[in-house]
């Protein structure tokens, strides 16, 4: 009976621990953000995995991590790239964002 007291204790112990240390990964990457872009509402929006047009090409991968594949062309005037994430499928992917010149224009979203 005492053995049974003794991991629940054990467990109860691992789950603070574990919300502590998520905690305090959540304030580090806060401060972090704040150092480099200094605003408080784009970091907010980067926590929460929010996208905008105009944002640069850092700061999506900041929000939404590294893309599975990006589709680059290179136009007259400008160069176009793809960052597609969420892989369904050999070549399908549910999320795809459109940059122009490491900006932000547009997105789909399935």
Known sequence: MEWVVAAILVVIALGVLWFVARALARRSRYARLMAKYGDDQLVTAILTQ????GMTAEQLRES???PAAIEQKVLKTKTR???KYKQSAKNRFRDK???EDGVVVGWDQK
């Open 50 to 53: 929010t996208i905008w047009q």
């Open 64 to 66: 939404w991590g590294e």
């Open 81 to 83: 790239e793809i960052y």
């Open 97 to 99: 964002v459109t940059l």
